[in-house]
């Protein structure tokens, strides 16, 4: 759903750590770029096929408290 940033920033730190404590592969589709820096492996798609692919680093529990911190210093406008 629409989520305002630090809801979305908290769900999406909860589901990154799932991942990794539990190995859980996490399918989530998005239209809000900002979304994407919380994923491993991002998948694009342009007109309904499969146009790019981009691999992130992993993040850490610092990195996603750093993410969540920035969000919401900068606001609903954060563009992570």
Request: net charge negative.
């Amino acid at each position: 759903g629409d989520l305002d940033t630090q809801t979305s920033y908290e769900i999406m730190s909860l589901l990154v750590q799932l991942n990794k404590d539990r190995g859980t592969t996490i399918v989530f589709v998005t239209h809000d770029p900002r979304m994407s820096n919380f994923a491993s492996r991002v998948i694009h798609m342009h007109d309904g096929k499969l146009s790019d692919e981009q691999v992130n680093e992993a993040y850490t529990a610092t990195d996603l408290s750093a993410l969540l911190a920035q969000a919401m210093s900068n606001g609903a406008n954060s563009k992570l």
